[in-house]
């Protein structure tokens, strides 16, 4: 396991996939909680009304809906830009259009390392004539 700084204090830890420290994680959590139970609550909630009332950063708010920690209705209007392009969307990291287009190039990069590897010639040589013969005759 390797160390990492914390993306949330900056402080030097284990590396762990969330990127924060065990004290961090603990909050995080904690944080997690607070909007759940809030939107629980008031299903309507904009991101500055959960972040007045929790306390929790608007950035952390925004990470536990990007992430699927914290889940919304359909009926509820919490935006966010999508990565790429920066249209709002209300759920994952892309937006459809995004989404297609990566799914597309990456099709694309898998087919053109397929066509490579199966276009490779792999090439045979011989130190005499005769096993060349032998090989050809097979």
Wanted: aromatic residues 6%; proline residues 2%.
């Amino acid at each position: 396991m390797g160390v990492k700084y914390c993306a949330e204090c900056g402080k030097l830890c284990a590396d762990h996939p969330s990127g924060l420290c065990n004290a961090c994680q603990r909050v995080d959590e904690e944080n997690a909680i607070k909007v759940y139970e809030y939107l629980r609550e008031v299903k309507s909630a904009s991101i500055e009304e959960i972040h007045e009332v929790t306390g929790v950063k608007h950035k952390t708010i925004l990470r536990l809906i990007k992430t699927g920690r914290v889940a919304t209705d359909a009926e509820v209007a919490i935006s966010y830009p999508c990565e790429t392009c920066g249209e709002p969307i209300t759920d994952g990291r892309l937006c459809l259009k995004c989404s297609k287009k990566m799914a597309e190039q990456m099709r694309s990069k898998a087919q053109e390392m397929t066509d490579a590897y199966r276009n490779k010639i792999t090439r045979m040589y011989y130190n005499n004539a005769n096993e060349k013969a032998e090989e050809e005759k097979k």
